[in-house]
């Protein structure tokens, strides 16, 4: 069965200073992995796919990275505005339709 | 841009009423999906359809059907709501090929008192 964990649970961080996500996972043949972005009371957003160990994604103060059992989503200069809750999927190699989603992680970035 | 709407974004409804919730993509997309997503618990797959009329059992089907007549809609039915489905639902929609995100609408937030 996959698996998807993500730490911290809530992560608070002033306005410039920059940190990461952490998204583990155990999965039997990773097919890829997503990062999405949910503000409350909404969807998630679809921010990256990646694929395989050693590729990485931008996207403004975004950055997704790879390797074979982890992903970590790095904030560089957060501004009030990237607090949201970002969720980490994986889909594995059993299925050609199902995410395994993680929690989520809680980040507040206060000005 | 793709765009997932759903009907409600708020609903409130009584124990034992049949619930309908209706979702909507415009990007010809063949695969949908139902889920719910609570607090602790995270995003739970209810069902998903990857053709017109087929359909497959997620993770937590039980006490929830699904109806796909047309390629664009995606209904999920509660027969006989149930306190313990007041819930977040969320419906997305993915273009065919193994691996593609999945886009999400906004939810219905579903209370049953």
């Known amino acids: 069965e996959d698996q998807v964990t993500q730490s911290p649970e809530a992560l608070r961080l002033q306005e410039g200073e920059s940190s990461s996500l952490n998204c583990s996972y155990t999965v039997s043949g990773l097919r890829g992995l997503f990062w999405y972005r949910q503000d409350p009371g909404k969807g998630p957003e679809f921010l990256f796919t990646l694929y395989s160990a050693g590729e990485e994604k931008e996207k403004e103060r975004l950055k997704a990275t790879l390797t074979k059992k982890e992903s970590f989503l790095h904030i560089t200069a957060p501004k009030p505005e990237d607090s949201a809750t970002y969720l980490c999927a994986v889909q594995g190699g059993g299925s050609n339709y199902k995410l395994t989603f993680g929690k989520g992680t809680l980040l507040t970035v206060n000005p | ?113």
């Open chain 2, 1 to 113: 841009d793709v765009k997932v709407t759903q009907s409600s974004r708020y609903l409130v409804k009584r124990t034992g009423e049949k619930v309908f919730l209706e979702c909507v993509q415009d990007m010809d997309h063949e695969n949908m999906f139902w889920y719910r997503q609570d607090p602790g618990l995270g995003l739970r797959l209810i069902y998903f359809s990857y053709d017109v009329k087929m359909k497959e059992k997620g993770d937590i089907p039980e006490g929830y059907s699904v109806s796909r007549e047309k390629k664009e809609r995606f209904s999920l039915i509660l027969e006989s709501a149930s306190t313990n489905q007041t819930s977040m639902y969320l419906c997305a929609s993915k273009d065919d090929g193994t691996v593609n995100e999945q886009y999400f609408g906004p939810g219905t937030r579903l209370t049953v008192t």
